[in-house]
């Protein structure tokens, strides 16, 4: 009966990947209805580039991604440091309101931001998309990072303080340098959360700033755009890159 | 000890950022939110005066209270096909050599960390009318015509369930990894077949394991709008749709705050659910 488990996390296996590979498939496809095989064909990624609105919005979710994936990580890495290492009044609202942001449904949180902005009266666009990216990736850094921290040697520190190191002469020399694998995954956590994200950018996203989950939205919601395929699987293979170089950082540092 | 701000500048600016932050961005929103729900509808400025719990009682409103029920039972479908997958599967991969276990969840994240709208559409190509499943079956000799899968209930639980499956694998995963094998042994060896086994040890063990998959898939699974816009058509929404088109369509904020605040309210009965669960296991451990 050895056999048994093993073919049945293969076959849940190939039901997870099958329409990854028939989108990949697809994307080189021909012909125009897109379901039916034509031949071999790079049109889709030609039509895609020379679609000046959606490179716009590639660029733009790139961008995007690149600074709400810092700001997280700086803000998220002080989070956790000073979680782990002070002890002040109210710490444990404020790992509540952490773990209230990364539990509850991303629809309450994008509903909760647009109130906000509007309240402010905030244009909706680039920055109303950051604050609203960095909220909802901060959880996730300040849990990778202390995990990290966790399993660190207290002595350290005190030895850096008991030899005259100011605190932050001390989390310069000491901490930063142990929690930079968990900053490095943290980042690209946060980056493939930021091109990901549909349902907290459909509310807080304006006109002037359009990203690439809302422009695929817009195009997928009626019938069948091959370009989708060519651009799923440019998507594709970028997280895997960006997940293989995050899991070689992590395996690195474990050595 | 306390210390002044004047000798430690470092500690009191990162606690004013963190702190700043998260009253700013998480705090100050949700108590809006909670606001916003018992407030009036205004088509001009949104809301307006006076305070009533008008937005509380619509949500009784047969013809919403009707779309609730049809989302909260395909919720709970979805949660409980992956369940029924789930579970066998991470009973499975937890028995796996380790050095492979490690390249089998890679494997399971993967997709996770493709954009979810496009794995969405890539199931459209394989439900549609003329798409790869009917073509498949129809050549197959199974099915004369093309049936209509897509805009169908099944349809969004399909795609819900495609997206939020490793979220219900990963903490029952944690849990099989975590059961020891000689617990089984000795139950085994006290005398109990296999079926008591599992009914007497492996699910009350990992029964926390089931109860955050269920938090995690659950919730989720009522907001997740786009799933219902792409594969489900008109007539299978979401709570999600329901709070989208209350914000951005409707402009009935005070509705859609209400119906927010139903989804936050579950979910809070889940996680005392799930603490529960494992405080009971602690004190049976104990």
């Known amino acids: 009966m050895r056999w048994l488990p093993r073919t049945y996390l293969a076959l849940v296996y190939l039901l997870l990947y099958v329409p990854i590979i028939v989108l990949v498939v697809f994307s080189f496809n021909d012909s125009r209805t897109g ?17 000046h609105a959606m490179v716009q919005a590639m660029w733009n979710s790139l961008w995007l991604a690149l600074t709400a994936a810092t700001v997280s990580t700086l803000i998220g890495a002080l989070t956790a440091l000073a979680l782990h290492r002070y002890r002040f009044r109210g710490k444990k609202v404020l790992n509540g309101m952490l773990f209230v942001v990364m539990m509850s449904p991303e629809i309450v949180l994008a509903i909760s931001l647009l109130g906000l ?47 005259g190191a100011s605190d932050f002469t001390m989390t310069r020399t000491v901490l930063i340098p142990v929690i930079m694998p968990a900053l490095m ?49 440019l998507l594709l293979v970028f997280s895997l890159v960006m997940l293989m170089f995050s899991h070689w950082i992590l395996s690195r540092s474990k050595q | 000890m306390m210390l002044s701000i004047r000798q430690q500048p470092f500690r009191a600016a990162v606690l004013v950022l963190v702190w700043g932050w ?106 549609a009318t003329n798409g790869l499943l009917n073509q498949g079956l129809m050549s197959l000799g199974i099915i004369d015509e093309p049936a209509q899968l897509l805009y169908t209930e099944g349809a969004v639980i399909v795609g819900l369930v495609y997206l939020l499956l490793p979220f219900m694998i990963l903490p029952l995963y944690s849990v099989f990894d975590d059961l020891r ?90 996680m005392f659910a799930h603490r529960l669960s494992k405080r009971r296991l602690g004190e049976e451990g104990a």
């Not at chain 1, 006109?207 to 395929?229: A, C, H, Q, T, W």
């Open chain 1, 117 to 163: 902005f509007l309240l402010l009266g905030l244009k909706l666009g680039y920055v109303s998309l950051l604050l609203a990216h960095v909220t909802f990736c901060l959880p996730f850094v300040v849990i990778t990072v202390m995990a990290r921290l966790a399993g660190f040697d207290e002595r350290l520190p005190e030895a850096a303080r008991d030899l």
């Open chain 2, 181 to 270: 094998q000689d617990v089984l042994l000795a139950s085994h060896d006290l005398g109990a077949g296999r079926f008591a086994t599992f009914k007497n040890v492996i699910v009350p063990l990992t029964l926390p394991g089931v109860l955050a998959g269920v938090m995690l898939v659950l919730l989720p699974a009522m907001g997740l709008f786009f799933v219902p816009d792409i594969l489900g058509g008109s007539r299978n929404l979401l709570v999600g749709n329901v709070i989208k088109n209350q914000f951005l369509d409707a402009r009935n904020w005070p509705f859609g705050a209400a119906a927010s605040i139903m989804l936050t309210v579950a979910m809070a009965l889940l």
């Open chain 1, 35 to 51: 379901y039916s095989w034509g031949g071999l064909s790079l049109r889709w990624y030609e039509s895609l580039f020379n679609n």
């Open chain 1, 185 to 233: 995954a943290g980042w690209m956590l946060g980056f493939t959360l930021s091109m990901d994200d549909v349902v907290v950018s459909t509310f807080v996203s304006g006109p002037s700033y359009e990203i690439l989950p809302l422009r695929i939205y817009s195009m997928v919601r009626v019938g069948l755009k091959p370009e989708v395929n060519a651009l799923g699987t």
């Open chain 2, 22 to 127: 998260l009253l700013f961005l998480v705090l100050a929103p949700n108590l809006l939110v909670v606001g916003t729900s018992v407030m009036t509808r205004n088509p001009g400025t949104f809301i307006s005066m006076p305070l009533n719990l008008d937005a509380y009682r619509q949500l009784f409103n047969p013809l919403y209270l009707e779309v609730f029920i049809h989302s909260l039972y395909m919720a709970a479908m979805t949660t409980l096909v992956c369940l029924l997958i789930g579970y066998p599967f991470a009973w499975a991969l937890s028995r796996v050599e380790k050095r492979r276990q490690m390249l089998l969840i890679f494997l399971l994240i993967v997709p996770f960390w493709t954009n979810s709208l496009v794995r969405t559409y890539a199931l459209k190509l394989i439900l």
